[in-house]
């Protein structure tokens, strides 16, 4: 309720963070309460301070004192047993010889020091990072698997070399159900430029390929297999500031036309469906 009262700064940073844009306000915002974790006393003298700072600004309906700690009392009770040390718990798994695996939930190419700046996040997402951000930087990663759409899709704004629009993006994100909360995601076919270039600022040593039966309906399958800038061809994903420029070039393997949701195994795709995972 803090937040939202906060007015056109907070409606603002959401209105970024729903484009995923990932404007810092919103974040810079939340990240005040963040800090204290899950110190009682540290979260209730922030909500002073906003109670006594923040809301002698001009916002509608402004929250009161007791309103914003009963607030905190429902949802931090709620999420309290699943908060720790994980450092220290990290750490212990990893004397007691545990596997530790690490899960991300952004691209490279949103990454902040190896993605489309400023298109990105606020933190680094590549593999390499899990260690430090997790709070166990003694880890060493022996082993990171890069999951990879069968075709693209984008959320938020920025470059998209190989975007589809009108009819055949639709198709596709119908049949993919490339929908989040609101809108229907950005598609385009598979970019092998960006995503080789993802496979090697991740340190991927293992690729998972996924949705490849969403292009089951298809007669020939577009890939993205090189770029052209400059009215030259490369494979080089270029710098952010240059993909604007960039146009996509586009080869056709043919289709394989038939349901292969079912399969579960290398030899049971058909021919084709194998040639375009080779």
Avoid at 112 to 120: A, C, H, K
Avoid at 202 to 216: F, P, V
Wanted: proline share 5%; with cysteine.
């Amino acid at each position: 309720p803090a937040l939202a009262a906060l007015g056109l700064e907070y409606k603002e940073g959401l209105a970024e963070a729903e484009r995923g844009t990932a404007g810092e306000t919103s974040r810079n915002i939340v990240r005040q309460f963040y800090g204290e974790d899950c110190d009682a006393n540290a979260i209730i003298d922030s909500l002073h301070r906003v109670a006594d700072e923040e809301f002698q600004k001009p916002v509608p309906k402004k929250p009161g004192l007791d309103e914003l700690l009963a607030w905190v009392d429902k949802y931090c009770e709620a999420v309290k047993p699943y908060i720790t040390n994980t450092t220290a718990f990290l750490r212990d798994a990893q004397k007691a010889g545990k596997s530790i695996l690490f899960e991300a939930q952004l691209g490279a190419l949103r990454d902040l020091d190896y993605g489309i700046y400023p298109y990105t996040t606020s933190s680094n997402s590549v593999a390499a990072y899990a260690p430090v951000g997790s709070g166990l930087p003694t880890a060493k990663l022996d082993e990171v698997v890069g999951v990879v759409k069968a075709y693209s899709s984008c959320v938020g704004e920025g470059p998209f070399v190989c975007e589809w629009f009108g009819e055949d993006a639709q198709k596709l994100r119908d049949a993919g159900a490339e929908y989040g909360a609101k809108t229907g995601r950005r598609v385009g076919p598979i970019d092998l430029v960006a995503t080789r270039y993802g496979v090697e600022v991740q340190g991927a040593t293992n690729i998972a390929l996924t949705k490849l039966d969403i292009l089951s309906y298809m007669d020939k399958i577009p890939v993205c297999a090189h770029y052209e800038l400059d009215g030259q061809q490369t494979d080089e994903f270029p710098f952010p500031v240059c993909l604007q420029d960039a146009k996509p070039v586009i080869e056709y393997v043919d289709g394989w036309k038939c349901d292969i949701s079912k399969v579960r195994s290398w030899d049971e795709l058909p021919e084709n469906a194998r040639n375009y995972v080779e």
